[in-house]
């Protein structure tokens, strides 16, 4: 089991979703660069698209994402509207083929169920969409019945990914999110019945009041369902970014050695009962293609975290979705009001970004392996670059003294994470960020 370091697991380091990270986004990227990037997209390339819903009928306090409760319907009714706009004019200047569709938020279930089913029909419409499409979405199972499961089952949804967080209680009571284990249970019980047979949890340790006792507990209670993918997440609390987290009393925070105790304890619980660990906080069943990803070193890393997408590029549509090309990073405007103004008469949305450089692409294959992988050739990478491995190689010195605490293995050019340097694996990857030593409180901690 590997060992508390204090000193590495309190950092504060990107999750390296992206490279660069949004830190370095600025606003000299906007519609012109988004429009370039759209059209230099070959015909039929593998393109995947992302759709948020910035609302929830309810905001739970530990919550880091874009959205807000939805309050009048009209609201929820024009957000709809210039989302379609948007849909429409991104896809008059694509001429890739989709080949998967991820609905995020917020609460994409925010949506009346006719709404969502007929949001989908019209992305089928307007793009080339693959014969084995994959439309996935992050539901909360509050707002969840059998009525809803089977709208999604008539939409297609092959995947879902429900916000489960924790089954304790007292736990639920202090991020204001209740939600019942019979109603959890029953939720999957009517997902499977509607014919939606893959099912992803989501969890979250170092919660306020948690202890290993209730993280063991909600794990029992999880696997009792079988979720096919769960994704363990580590609360990060940042209430001077997030308003919302000033409602957690940070006296009932668990320090960092009971977050990595909590965190190894649901590794271990996740794979003794048979799961594969992948990466640093995502666990599969064998059989799922996420897991056969892992095996044959084709996982990647995006927005959507650890996936076994192939997609050469990742079209954001909704307020604050990030776009993701070979060459550009492009988010849209978060304001909700602004976006919609934006999306009207045919606009692009974007307002922030980074133009990708060659080096930049570099960093970031190495980021991407060596969490993917856990094991990185420096110089393979740099030749399928066309690049001297001189600029990566720099790195590896001042490395030296994770490797002398056991923490990584480094051969020639070759850079291993070893079990013990496991957790610690967003530090390692922090050495080939050129933007940054790990700052305190911009980031979460590394666990």
């Known amino acids: 089991m590997p060992s508390y370091l204090p000193d590495l697991a309190t950092q504060s380091v990107p999750r390296y979703t ?11 990227v906007g519609p012109a660069e988004q429009r370039a990037a759209l059209a230099a997209i070959a015909p039929g390339a593998p393109v995947s698209l992302y759709l948020h819903i910035p609302y929830c009928h309810e905001i739970c306090w530990y919550c880091g994402c874009n959205t807000g409760a939805i309050g009048r319907a009209d609201r929820l009714s024009a957000y709809r509207t210039a989302l379609e706009q948007e849909i429409d004019t991104v896809a008059a200047a694509l001429r890739g083929r989709v080949s998967a569709i991820h609905f995020g938020g917020g609460s994409p279930n925010a949506l009346d169920p006719a709404d969502f089913v007929a949001l989908v029909a019209r992305l089928r419409d307007r793009f080339d969409c693959g014969d084995t499409l994959e439309i996935a979405a992050e539901l909360d199972p509050r707002t969840l019945d059998a009525r809803y499961a089977a709208a999604l089952a008539q939409a297609g949804v092959t995947r879902v990914s429900l916000g489960v967080q924790s ?6 009571a202090r991020i204001n999110r209740h939600q019942p284990l019979d109603l959890v249970r029953r939720v999957v019980g009517e997902l499977r019945a509607a014919g939606i047979a893959r099912i992803n949890f989501d969890l979250l340790y170092g919660l306020p009041g948690q202890d290993l006792e209730g993280v063991a507990a909600t794990i029992a209670a999880a696997l009792t369902m079988a979720p096919d993918r769960v994704a363990l997440f580590g609360y990060a609390h940042m209430p001077r970014l997030l308003p919302r987290q000033r409602m957690i009393d940070a006296a009932s925070l668990p320090d960092g050695a009971a977050r990595f105790a909590q965190a190894m304890l649901g590794n271990a619980l996740f794979v003794a009962a048979g799961y ?9 069943r064998p059989d799922d293609s996420l897991a056969y990803a892992a095996a044959e070193r084709r996982l990647r890393r995006n927005f959507q975290g650890f996936t076994d997408e192939t997609a050469t590029a990742i079209i954001g549509l909704g307020a604050s979705a990030i776009s993701q090309y070979a060459g550009l990073l492009v988010q849209n405007e978060k304001h909700v009001g602004r976006y919609r103004l934006r999306a009207a008469n045919g606009g692009l949305a974007g307002v922030r970004g980074i133009a990708r450089s060659a080096d930049d692409r570099l960093r970031g294959a190495v980021i991407e392996r060596l969490l993917c992988d856990e094991t990185v050739d420096l110089a393979e990478i740099a030749a399928q670059h066309a690049t001297p491995v001189a600029p990566l190689a720099a790195a590896l010195p001042d490395l030296a003294p994770l490797a002398e605490r056991g923490l990584v293995r480094i051969s020639g050019t070759r850079l291993t994470l070893l079990p013990a340097g496991r957790p610690y694996g967003r530090i390692v990857a922090a050495y080939f960020d050129r933007y ?8 979460s901690r590394a666990i």
Not at 18 to 28: K, L, N, Q, R, V
Not at 167 to 172: G, H
């Open 436 to 443: 940054r030593a790990p700052q305190a409180q911009r980031f």
């Open 167 to 172: 089954f304790d209680a007292a736990t639920q």
């Open 276 to 284: 594969r660990a992948i990466g640093f906080d995502h666990f599969a």
């Open 18 to 28: 992206s490279y660069p990270t949004a830190a370095e986004f600025h606003d000299g």
